[in-house]
Nanobody
Framework: QVQLVESGGGLVQAGGSLRLSCAAS????????MGWFRQAPGKEREFVAV????????YYADSVKGRFTISRDNAKNTADLQMNSLKPEDTAVYYC???????????????????WGQGTQVTVSS
């Protein structure tokens, strides 16, 4: 059974930074794509960033490109999201997720992901 646990959320002023971390257990972490998603109140869950099994391929939502960086450490079974230049519209619950169907592609569709963490709240004040 896969367990994903996010940490690092909190309250920050606009322009500030936070680093989210996702700790995984239960499967061969290094085999699978990891994604970060977020959900703001009253909105659907949306894609933020994704990284393939090796860490070589990454992809970002346009809204965070140039400000957020996704990374992973397969030796530690972690996937991180460094968030800089935060804006009030980045306020949301952030989730990490694991896509296990194949290692050959990355996907931004949350419906394709098999395992999810419980989420961590990020609040950016103006």
């Amino acid at each position: 059974q896969v367990q994903l646990v996010e940490s690092g959320g909190g309250l920050v002023q606009a322009g500030g930074s936070l680093r989210l971390s996702c700790a995984a257990s239960g499967r061969a972490f290094s085999n699978y794509t990891m994604g970060w998603f977020r959900q703001a109140p009253g909105k659907e869950r949306e894609f933020v960033a994704v990284i393939n099994w090796s860490g070589i391929n990454t992809y970002y939502a346009d809204s965070v490109k140039g400000r957020f960086t996704i990374s992973r450490d397969n030796a530690k079974n972690t996937a991180d999201l460094q968030m800089n230049s935060l804006k009030p519209e980045d306020t949301a619950v952030y989730y990490c997720a694991q896509f296990t169907k194949t290692a050959l592609i990355i996907t931004t569709d949350p419906n394709e992901y098999d395992y999810w963490g419980q989420g961590t709240q990020v609040t950016v004040s103006s």
